[in-house]
Structure formats: C-alpha cells, structure tokens
C-alpha cells in the first residue's frame, strides 16, 4: 500500500494548524510524527483517517483519494491506536478486541463468525493479551489497556497503524513495551506505522524516518540521524540540545543542554580549572547564569572538555593521556589573569595534572578570588602522593575559598565583586 | 484461512460465547414468561393476594386464563391480562431506551427519567389530553404527542450537557433532573390550571398502570419491537461508540448519526410507553445496570437481555404497587423510585470513588 500526502491544509475555523504538508509512505515504514504541542501532529493524524475532512485528492491511498473508499473500506486500512482508551462500561478485553472486526462484518444482521473469532485469537497471541482475554478491560493496567487496544487495531487487519502518543500515560517500562510492540508488528507483518510521538529519543530509537513538524508546517523529514540535529532542534523547539550516539542501539540521542535558554549574557569572565569529568556540572552552571566560562586544562578525551565543547566554550585542552605541557600551563595562566574569579573543582591530581593545582596558586598570587568547590564526605583525589592535598591546604591558608557546591561559590560571588 | 475445526481455540471461544448469549436469553425469556404467570395470580382477586375472602383457586385462574371461560374470565381477560402485557412492554421499553441512552451519553447514570425525556413526554401526553386529543379519539394521538415533545426534550438536554462537541457527564445530569423538573411542573401547572382532578397528576408523575387496554398493548408492542430491534441491530455501533467518537469513526461507524439515531429510538419507546402510563422512574437505570453487572458491557447481549428482564421487573414492580396496600392501588412510580432512589445514589458514589463519570 502506498500513501501519498499532497498539499495538506487544513484549519478549525479561522486558525490553519496544517499548512501545505507533503510526504510519501512507503510499505512497511515506521514513521514518526513530531513537533511540539499545537504543531498539527494529532490534527494530520484525524486528516489521515479521514476523521477531519481533508480537502479531496490531498491524501492518497494507493494513488486514490480517502475521500473514494467508504468509511469501512478505510477502516480495513487504517487502524487508530489512541492515547489512552478508557471506558466506564464492565467490557472485557476479549469484547474490545472483537470490536475491531466491526468493519469486515458485512451486515448487521449477522453474528461475528468462526474466521472472526480466530482473527481476534491471533491478534490477541501476538500482543500477548490473551492472559487477560476474560478480565474487565477498565480494571487492567495503563500498559495492559494499550496492549488489548493494539490488539484491537490488528483485528481490524489493517496495513497501517496511526498510533497517537501511544505511550503517553505509561511508566517507563510500559513506553518500551508498548514500543517494542509496534516494532515487531512493523517488522513481522510488515504493518506501515505512522506514530505521533512526543519523546524525541523514542523517535530516534524506534522510526525509519521522522517528520518534525512546526506550526503546521514540515520542517524537516528524513532518517532520525538527519532530522534530530541540534539546529533543527533548536528552530522548532527553542532549545539548546547535544546529539549523541546511544552506545548500545547506535541510535542518536538527544539531550538538552539547558533548560534556560535564554540567559542574559552580563559577561564576568570565571575561569574553571577541572579535569576528570568534574568540572560538567560547574560549567552548565555558570554559563547558565551567564558567566562567560573558560576551562582548562584538560585532555581531549575527558569528559570535561566534551563539555566545554558542548557548551561552545573555550577550552585549553592535552593530547590524551599526555602531561600539562609548557604552553597549556601558560594559556591556562592567560585564561586566568583574563577572568574576574576562578573556580577548581575537585579533579583527581596526578602527576600528569599537578601543575593545574600550581596555576590555581599562581591565580592567588595574581590577586584573584579562588573558590574550591569540594563536595563532603569525597574520597582523597590524591594520586601524588600527599603533594596534592599540601598544595590545596596551602591555597586554603593562602585565601581560596572552599564550597561544598558551586552554587555556594555563586551566592559569595558579589560579595567579591564588589570587594 | 477460515478454521471450521472446532478445536481451534479462536473457534472455542467463539462457540462458547454464542452459546452463552443463547443461555442467556433463554433464561430471561423463561424468566419473563414466569414472571407474567405469578402476575396474573396475584392480585385482589386470584389465587395470591392480600385478602383472603376473595380467594380464586389457582384451577379457576388457569382455566380462565387458558380457556377464556369460567367466572373469573372477564377479570383476567379485560383487566388483568393486559395490565400485565403493558407493563411488561412499558418496562422492557423503558429499560431498552435507557441501555441506549446509557451507550450514547457513555455514561451509566443516565436513563429517560433522570435525562428528562419522560417529563418531555408526559408533558406532551398530557397537553394533548386536556385539550381534548385523547386515546379515546384515537390510541395514536397521546404517544404522538408525547413522541414530539420528548425528541425535543432529548436534543435540548443533549445541547445543554455538550460543551464544544464533548458531552460533559455532570453538566448533562444535571442539566437532565433541571428540565424534568421545570417540565413536570408545567404538567402540575397545566392540570391545576383546568381544573382536572388530583388523581390525573398524581397518574402523570407517578406512572400508573391502571388504565392498561388492549388498543395500549399493543400500540407499545409495536413501538418495542421496532424500538428494541432497531437498537439491537446497532448493539455493535454502540460498543464501539463506547471507546469514543475517533475510535467509533475508525471502526466504520459514524458517532454523530448513530448519536441521533439512537436518541430518536429511545424517545420514541420512551414517549409511547408514558403516552399511556405517566412518569415510570429509574426503569431505564436500573435493569442495565443490574444486567450489566451480570453478563457484562457487550450490547449484542445486554441490550435483549435489559429489555427481556425490564419487562419482568416492572410486571413484579406492578404486582407489588397492586397489592402491597390493598385495597387501595399504589402508584407503580412509587415502588420503581422506592428502588430506584438508593440504587441511583450507589451509582453515583461508586463512579465518583472510582474518579471515572463519562
């Protein structure tokens, strides 16, 4: 089956919430509606099925428009998977499950049949809701209600699932299940699914493509590696996100890299003296409250500077497993004599880091405010043999200031600006 | 693939379902005829009842009901036999409009009484009485009437409970007593105002079956088998209607139509069933529920088994109003509200513990 979506528009009265949407479904795709809330997901959904009259000849089903098949005949082609079905009436899964025969049943005035009733069998085995067939559909669990509502849909034999946020009322494990579900039904039956989903990751992980919708428009379609990018992320969503590579499915995976977006930039200089994935969190903090941080000096696989490179910050950075060479030292020492204060966070010191604690000692010598942010109760970070913990004590005597966390150092911050 | 093997197990679970639906009507269907029998038994005259000096042996009441001769044949024939045939059709209509207004307003607390539609009716019935159009001129005259006003009763309910296309339970409910109220007391108003005697409002909003006929059985027969069928044919509709109007609509059902339709239905039985015995209360609430309970949500069962057990509920409803203060007859209305009332109150407590209501 092919469907075809021609110069969709449509508008609840005055306000168009579909403006123009075009793209092909091949056979057998696993397609991902996304966009955020009001950007017409749900509402391409309805036009799909022909809930919502579509204008004529805009969507096609094997190259004819929904508008020349009956509503049955869409029924055998569409099946719809809601958020969340929920009914007052004492129906057991068994009889939702039937119900999903209604469009093969040709007349009203016959029963359901035997061919029916091994349908409705078979759609209940490959949801595993058989188990609970007898038991009153509204006393079974939020995941289990998806499953029997799956079921459902599949007895309707479909060649296309449309499935609404299927997974939005489900605990964590539901949401995989019920995912994992719709993948194997796309993969063994070969059933298109057209899913609208609202948690990007899931996307990434589970479509073959993803279309990103924005205010009724689509902004982008395409394989989830091309769509999820942090620039179209960023125009459709307004938030700041690193794409990464889950290690264990390949999929990409989104993560956003604040929840301010839109700080107010004042520009006081910190510089953050880190290493050994300490010095993250420290950073996301300052540059969230609109410091202009810089850190150093770290090797190029830390965690520390994939951070920094994160946040688009600069960064003195080592060759990987390497000593603090000369010029690192003396650009950190720049980096340093350039800012208003300075912070260390509490990095394992070695032999290979040593002079990162030697630059914090230069920084008081230079007149700057230096805070140690060390969290209570840490295991020893030196791996020196002592001259670590001597050199931090030395700085404490010297002034630097120590804080269990940086958001201690930020409430003494004006303090030292003015003083 | 079409399994005929009958130890497939889908083919199991079908037989077993239809043989269970069978069963099941049969049972009723026994039970209903059982229950007409008692009826006809008990009474002021017959072989149960509250006095004792007019004792009917139970020969002479078969032999006059079955024969049609004997003593007591009048009784049976011209008064007994007929009241209890319309209250059983009065009662299976009843209850079958109330299963299909339960299914489309989703919601198991709404019935004809309680949505106001049986007030929308009497007030027709009886508007078309007092100006001189009653079943005495023609049978058809009073259920016409009362059909009118009850379908604009019904729409006008609908409306109020609809907030943007959502049907909102509460609203809906309250909406419903709002306007049985204000339309029984234009119905008190109307028969006050001509002078009519109290019994006539107390027969309005009480419901009675005392003035049963042969020309009114079989005028509700017709509005009830044609009722009853129409909303059995459509017991899969409204399943699926059940899960939702996008749910409905993907299934191949159109909700907006079968939502007219069915309310169209429910209004008429509605309407000629009070055309002809007043205000019956909580008939339509009740006997789904309790069927609900026992065979579950499935319309295909529950809409013939609420209108087989509706006729049997309101005929030992009525042997009781019959009896139970002999020599004097109360109105049945009074028995039916005397379960209903409690019944109606469990409901509501339970869907509001159970945070679910529409």
């Not at chain 1, 969340?84 to 007349?107: K, L, N, Q």
């Not at chain 1, 650009?331 to 204060?341: A, G, Q, T, Y």
């Amino acid at each position: 089956m092919s469907l075809q979506i021609k110069d969709l528009s449509f508008s609840f009265g005055e306000k168009k919430v579909l403006k123009q949407v075009s793209f092909e479904v091949s056979n057998g795709e696993f397609i991902g509606l996304m966009g955020p809330n009001g950007s017409g997901k749900t509402t391409l959904l309805r036009c799909l099925m022909d809930y919502l009259p579509a204008a004529s000849e805009a969507v096609l089903v094997d190259m004819k428009p929904i508008h020349t098949f009956s509503q049955r005949e869409l029924a055998r082609i569409f099946a719809v998977v809601p958020q969340s079905s929920t009914t007052d009436f004492t129906f057991t899964a068994y009889d939702i499950v039937m119900m999903g025969r209604i469009p093969h049943i040709s007349s009203r005035f016959v029963g359901e049949s035997r061919a029916d009733a091994d349908v409705v069998h078979q759609a209940m085995e490959k949801t595993d809701t058989l188990r609970f067939s007898n038991r009153i559909f509204s006393e079974l669990s939020g995941g289990e209600r998806q499953r029997v509502i799956i079921a459902r849909a599949l007895a309707q034999q479909p060649k296309t699932l449309l499935l609404d946020e299927p997974t939005v009322y489900l605990d964590i494990n539901g949401q995989f299940e019920i995912m994992d579900l719709i993948k194997k039904l796309n993969k063994e039956e070969g059933i298109t699914v057209i899913a609208v989903l609202h948690d990007v990751n899931m996307a990434a992980r589970y479509c073959d493509r993803i279309a990103l919708l924005n205010d009724g428009v689509v902004e982008s379609i395409g394989p989830p590696k091309e769509v999820l990018t942090p620039d179209t992320i960023h125009s459709v969503y307004g938030l700041e996100v690193v794409i990464r590579k889950d290690p264990f499915t390949k999929a990409v995976y989104v993560m956003p890299r604040t929840s301010a977006p839109f700080v107010h930039r004042h520009g006081t200089r910190v510089h953050l003296i880190s290493g050994g994935g300490t010095g993250g969190p420290i950073m996301k903090v300052l540059h969230d409250q609109g410091y202009s941080v810089s850190t150093g000096v770290v090797n190029v696989l830390d965690d520390d500077y994939v951070s920094a490179n994160d946040l688009h910050i600069p960064v003195v950075a080592e060759v990987p497993f390497s000593q603090v060479s000369e010029e690192a030292h003396a650009e950190n020492l720049r980096l340093i004599s350039e800012s208003s204060f300075i912070v260390v966070s509490s990095f394992p010191v070695g032999p290979g880091n040593f002079k990162n604690l030697e630059a914090a000692r230069a920084a008081l010598a230079l007149g700057k405010t230096v805070f140690i942010v060390r969290p209570k109760d840490l295991p020893s970070i030196d791996f020196i043999g002592g001259r670590a913990e001597t050199l931090i004590a030395d700085l404490i005597d010297s002034g630097a200031k120590v804080s269990e966390d940086i958001s201690d150092v930020l409430q003494m911050v004006p303090e030292v600006r003015r003083g | 693939m079409v399994a005929s093997d009958p130890r497939k197990p889908g083919s199991d679970e079908m037989s077993s379902v239809s043989r269970r639906r069978t069963l099941i009507l049969l049972g009723l269907a026994g039970l209903l005829a059982l229950s007409i029998l008692v009826a006809l038994f008990i009474g002021t005259l017959g072989p149960i009842g509250p006095s004792a000096q007019h004792r009917i042996s139970y020969g002479d009441a078969l032999k006059a009901i079955f024969t049609r001769t004997g003593e007591w044949e009048n009784i049976f024939w011209d008064v007994r036999i007929p009241r209890v045939l319309l209250a059983g059709l009065v009662g299976a209509a009843l209850a079958c409009a109330g299963t299909a207004m339960q299914a489309v307003f989703r919601n198991p607390l709404a019935d004809p009484f309680i949505i106001g539609v049986s007030s929308g009716a009497a007030l027709g019935a009886a508007t078309a009485g007092l100006i001189g159009l009653t079943a005495a001129v023609s049978i058809f005259l009073p259920p016409f009437f009362a059909f009118i006003t009850a379908l604009v009763t019904v729409f006008v309910v609908y409306a109020l409970g609809t907030v943007r296309g959502k049907v909102y339970a509460d609203t809906l409910l309250l909406s419903g007593v709002a306007v049985a109220a204000f339309l029984g007391a234009i119905v008190s108003f109307l028969i006050y105002f001509v002078r009519e005697q109290f019994h006539q409002l107390i027969f309005w909003l009480l419901g009675s079956l005392t003035l049963a006929s042969w020309d009114m059985v079989l005028v509700v027969a017709i509005a009830a088998v044609i009722g009853s069928l129409l909303i059995f044919l459509h017991g899969r509709d409204l399943n699926a209607l059940l899960l939702g109007d996008e749910t409905a609509h993907n299934l191949g059902v159109d909700p907006e139509f079968l939502r007219k339709l069915m309310l169209g239905v429910a209004a008429m039985m509605t309407a000629t069933a009070v055309a002809f015995t007043g205000i019956i209360g909580f008939v339509g609430l009740i006997v789904p529920h309790m069927m609900r309970l026992v065979f579950g949500a499935d319309h295909r069962i529950l809409v013939p088994a609420a209108t087989l057990f509706g006729g049997t509920f309101l005929i030992l409803c009525d042997a009781v109003a019959r009896t139970v203060a002999a020599p004097t007859e109360l109105p049945v209305g009074v028995i039916t509200a005397l379960c209903g009332g409690p019944f109606f109150i469990y409901l509501l407590r339970r869907s509001r513990l159970g945070g679910e209501m529409g």
